[in-house]
């Protein structure tokens, strides 16, 4: 006697995307005029051509609140909710994830609730997720954890959002030139869709790693429990990001690789059924040094680092906008996004577009 056991099966869909990037654009030749440094270096060490800056009185919560507009927008705009407006459909969010590793404030509040209060999203329940560069990956896992978990959750913004210019020393050429601002958004919605077969959407499969062993590679030292600020602290050193570019570089090459491996080994997928390989966008070499020992074809990696440098967690969240806005995403196709960080952290998420 054959036994079926059929399990329920949640399927966890992106029914759209937005984002948000400041309008100054800052390119490597405006750069270095004011340090010693070259378009030739940056463009060939990084592969960036420009980033783009926020003015002092944007925070990170002002461009995820612009990102998740833009997301619910393109929600009701391509008729996935026809009969809402996207003040209505706001409401209708149980949940709002932000990956930032820039607050607008450090501790609390969290800037996942500032971003609930200005859009208005009176049901959401908000929280941050600390985990750098990997933010977003571990944002939507999250998320789709909590719908899962939850009886009458069905509706998530995950938000990635950074002003990475406030947290970066100016006069250390070897960082400085990598970090851009930005925001990025996807609307995460539980949904009736097939687990298996050619129907199928949604998240498949999420591998969320770390290695707190390597948290002095990137660190910003100044601020937190460890080094609190005092009245009338001389600095011994800034609230800026610190980072050793070599062993992060080594670091996010091997996790890259391990994470693609694994999840096509999880889910017995090969490369050609992916449609797109979308990598954190932290420098093009990483991506070009993975690419080569996994020996998978350049074109399958997404790239749009020339233009925005790394936004941090927003990066592959804007990444996923430019794709879906540009209509290189069809209903069907398998995404692989790879995130790795400060933390340092690592993961990757498998989705049926
Ligand atoms: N412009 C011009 N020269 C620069 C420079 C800049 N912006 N930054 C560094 N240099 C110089 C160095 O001073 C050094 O000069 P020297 O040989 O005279 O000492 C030379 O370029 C080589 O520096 P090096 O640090 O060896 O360069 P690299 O090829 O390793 O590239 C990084 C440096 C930072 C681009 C690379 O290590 C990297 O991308 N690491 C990962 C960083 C990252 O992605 N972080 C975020 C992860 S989420």
């Known amino acids: 006697m054959n036994i079926v056991i059929i399990g329920v099966a949640l399927t966890f869909e992106i029914k759209a995307t937005g984002r948000a990037v400041p309008q100054r654009r800052v390119s490597n030749e405006e750069l270095a005029q004011k340090i010693d440094t070259s378009d030739e270096w940056i463009w060939s060490h990084t592969g960036i051509k420009a980033r783009h800056i926020a003015d002092a009185e944007t925070a990170s919560s002002d461009l995820g609140v612009k990102a998740a507009w833009n997301?619910?927008?393109?929600?009701?705009?391509?008729g996935a909710y026809a009969e809402k407006t996207v003040e209505e459909l706001a409401?209708?969010?149980d949940m709002i994830i932000v990956a930032t590793t820039t607050p607008d404030f450090y501790g609390c509040p969290s800037t996942a609730c500032l971003i609930q209060n200005k859009l208005g999203a009176k049901n959401a329940g908000a929280m941050d997720i600390s985990a750098a560069c990997s933010g977003f990956i571990y944002g939507l896992e999250t998320a789709a954890g909590l719908l899962s978990a939850g009886k009458g959750r069905k509706r998530c913004l995950v938000i990635g959002c950074e002003i990475l210019s406030r947290f970066i020393d100016w006069n250390d050429?070897?960082?400085c030139v990598l970090f851009g601002d930005g925001a990025g958004a996807?609307?995460?919605?539980?949904?009736?869709a097939p687990r298996e077969g050619a129907e199928r959407r949604g998240l498949l499969r999420t591998l969320l790693r770390a290695d707190g062993a390597g948290s002095k590679n990137l660190i910003i030292k100044?601020?937190?429990s460890r080094n609190a600020y005092r009245a009338g602290d001389v600095f011994e050193f800034a609230p800026l990001i610190e980072m050793n570019g070599h062993a992060v570089y080594n670091f996010a090459v091997h996790a890259v690789t391990e994470i693609i491996k694994d999840l096509l080994e999880a889910e017995?997928?090969?490369?050609?059924?992916?449609?797109?390989?979308?990598?954190?966008?932290?420098?093009?070499?990483?991506v070009q040094a993975a690419?080569?020992?996994?020996?998978?074809?350049?074109?399958?990696?997404?790239?749009?680092i020339d233009e925005y440098a790394n936004t941090s967690a927003a990066s592959i969240p804007i990444a996923l906008d430019e794709l879906n806005r540009e209509g290189h995403l069809k209903k069907g196709d398998i995404i692989l996004c790879v995130g790795f960080g400060a933390g340092l952290t690592y993961g990757g998420n498998l989705i049926v577009w």
Not at 268 to 286: G, K, S
Not at 291 to 304: A, C, D, S, V
Request: hydrophobic share 40%; net charge positive; charged share 30%.
């Open 173 to 175: 050429r070897g960082t």
């Open 268 to 286: 017995r997928l090969t490369v050609d059924e992916l449609r797109w390989i979308v990598p954190h966008q932290a420098n093009a070499r990483i």
């Open 71 to 78: 997301a619910l927008e393109m929600a009701v705009e391509r």
């Open 186 to 192: 996807v609307l995460l919605e539980k949904t009736d």
């Open 222 to 224: 100044k601020g937190g």
């Open 91 to 93: 409401f209708t969010l």
């Open 291 to 304: 690419t080569k020992r996994l020996g998978f074809p350049r074109e399958k990696f997404f790239l749009n």
